[in-house]
């Protein structure tokens, strides 16, 4: 064989798959991304540490699309019931987390928007579309009060009725009053975590496209009292208590695991208390 033909050969042979103990992580010749991969090793060390534990019978196994059982998705709910101590927060750790994070319990933000949709649709040339869309962002910011006047009045809301996806572009882009409970998440994330007003000087990415968005006004609400929010704030350090148990458990057992071709964050000793 030359060296040529060898090493064509070995181009062609798939890469071995990821896996835990193993037990493959997906099909050969399937190449799923980073956080895909972690998703499934995660999933699947909990899967063996139910069987290992007794709540979970061998002949379960492992699917190549790492979607679990029923059976056992409830032995892996039944583990972590077992293994996961949650800290239940005090008085004083909970008015330290409320006055940490005093806007996350503020009420009534609002804001005056408009906005130019470039939704990303299928088939759409992406990079295409953030080249227009950011065209018309610097346009937009550019355009002074004086020239804006004088190519015939606001070009914001022109530019929206020209190319705008969302049906406010009849009104010039505008969205009037929205709170959060409005918004998608990750506009509301943009839009309300920040005091900015005028023209964004950055595109808002969100799960409709490419957004050029302007702020008009902005209304603060007011921060609710402790007593009214003491439930939420409970619950909210009883979630993070548990996000750690459950990290801290995984990282043990990582440790104790023959991992194969995922990154995974791995401890030698036990890390929960």
Do not use: K
Not at 47 to 59: F, N, S
Not at 208 to 217: A, D, N, S, T, Y
């Amino acid at each position: 064989m030359t060296i040529a033909s060898a090493s064509a050969s070995a181009a062609s042979v798939s890469p071995q798959p990821a896996s835990i103990n193993g037990v493959a992580l997906h099909l050969p010749g399937e190449v799923p991304d980073a956080e895909t991969l972690r998703q499934r090793a995660c999933s699947e060390l909990l899967r063996q540490a139910a069987q290992d534990a007794g709540l979970l019978g061998v002949e379960d196994h492992a699917s190549p699309d790492g979607v679990l059982s029923a059976d056992a998705s409830d032995a892996i709910e039944q583990l972590l019931e077992r293994e996961l101590t949650r800290a239940e927060p005090d008085e004083a750790a909970c008015r330290r987390h409320y006055a940490a994070h005093e806007a996350t319990y503020r009420q009534g933000d609002r804001v005056l928007l408009r906005h130019i949709l470039f939704a990303v649709t299928q088939g759409v040339d992406v990079r295409r579309l953030r080249e227009r869309a950011e065209q018309v962002l610097l346009e937009v910011r550019c355009a002074d009060d004086a020239s804006a006047q004088a190519s015939g009045g606001d070009l914001f809301g022109r530019r929206a009725t020209e190319l705008s996806n969302c049906p406010s572009a009849e009104q010039g882009g505008q969205l009037g009053w929205v709170t959060t409970r409005d918004l998608a998440p990750e506009l509301a994330r943009e839009l309300f975590s920040g005091q900015e007003v005028g023209v964004l000087p950055r595109l808002v990415h969100s799960r409709f496209g490419l957004h050029v968005v302007e702020v008009l006004r902005r209304e603060v609400g007011t921060v609710a009292p402790f007593e009214s929010v003491r439930a939420a704030v409970r619950q909210s350090l009883l979630q993070q208590s548990w996000a750690t148990a459950l990290r801290q458990y995984l990282q043990v057992l990582a440790g104790r695991a023959e991992v194969v071709g995922v990154s995974l964050e791995a401890a030698d000793t036990p890390l929960l208390q």
